[in-house]
């Protein structure tokens, strides 16, 4: 399953906008970047911000896909009409990374109180 397009920020005016106007969210590995959108029914949309002092190409998708399989499973938890950026910290160390990482940081920051059940079991292929 494809992650939708409406789900993307991809405009770098969004994500400047994101990072100016933005409430700072923090965890050991990642910062997260909120910005409340004025159309609050809209979706909520995600971007990335994975640099190369993360690793090699291949450690960087494996955290961007990582990222966005935690929103694929958790897209109905997420509150709507917001736009997030995601940025992994230095000190993050992706051959240690796991999807029991991410959700571990993520969900308190993004969805607090929420339970996501079937988030254990991530696809063989993260």
């Keep these: 399953m494809r992650f939708a397009s409406e789900r993307r920020l991809t405009v770098r005016k969004d994500f ?4 100016s106007s ?3 969210l923090f ?3 990642f910062v997260v970047f909120m910005l409340r959108r004025e159309n609050t029914d809209a979706l909520w949309r995600l971007g990335m911000a994975v ?11 494996r955290v961007r896909r990582l990222i966005r399989e935690f ?12 736009d997030y950026v995601v940025v992994p910290k230095r000190v993050l160390d992706p051959r240690s990374l796991g999807f029991g990482v991410v959700c571990a940081e993520l969900v308190p920051l993004l ?3 929420a339970f996501l059940p079937g988030m254990g079991n991530p696809p063989d292929n993260l």
């Design 22 to 24: 933005g409430k700072r």
């Design 111 to 113: 969805c607090p109180g």
């Design 51 to 61: 640099t190369k002092k993360t690793g090699s190409a291949v450690w960087r998708n």
């Design 16 to 19: 400047l906008r994101c990072y």
């Design 71 to 82: 929103f694929r499973l958790a897209q109905f938890q997420i509150p709507s009409g917001r």
């Design 27 to 29: 965890s050991p590995s």
